[in-house]
């Protein structure tokens, strides 16, 4: 134990996403050119800044449209050996307009593409901690509900 009592404290990284569903109740998953699965629209929450207003910027940077996001689906504690305690959030985007969907521009430093995907496909989507979530956050946003998460699983 050291005397700094600040050693012990976790210093979580959060990260924002949203979950957005097109009228046959698939979500979007993203593309990004920088990783090897399949993602939500969202990123890290910057210094100053909401995890709402993360999601919004986020949004607007990678899908470049502003549709209105709704509430919180999913809190996750989800540390990551390689990148140390985080704290996901996962708010609805709700039903995408036409218009939206039309206005789609992706961001090419960011995104190779999207596309809408059934939710049960999605263990052969994406690594298995984001499929967890994506379930829970799916079923959260049938429900009504907000789910606490940890790695996933809730608690």
């Not at 999601?55 to 989800?78: M, T, Y």
């Not at 990551?80 to 609805?92: P, R, S, T, W, Y």
């Not at 999207?114 to 829970?136: E, G, K, S």
């Amino acid at each position: 134990m050291t005397d700094d009592p600040a050693a012990t404290f976790a210093h979580a990284r959060a990260a924002a996403g949203v979950l957005f569903f097109n009228d046959q109740d698939h979500i979007m998953l993203v593309d990004p050119s920088y990783k090897d699965y399949r993602d939500v629209p969202g990123g890290y929450v910057e210094r100053g800044e909401t995890p709402y207003q993360a999601a919004e910027r986020e949004v607007a940077e990678e899908l470049g449209i502003r549709p209105e996001i709704g509430r919180l689906l999913v809190a996750d504690w989800a540390p990551n050996e390689a990148e140390g305690d985080k704290i996901l959030f996962l708010f609805d985007g709700g039903t995408l307009s036409t218009d939206h969907l039309n206005a789609i521009r992706l961001e090419p430093s960011e995104l190779v593409g999207c596309h809408f995907h059934d939710i049960a496909q999605i263990n052969d989507l994406t690594i298995p901690r984001l499929a967890r979530r994506l379930l829970h956050a799916h079923a959260a946003h049938r429900d009504g509900s907000t789910r606490y998460l940890e790695h996933g699983e809730r608690t």
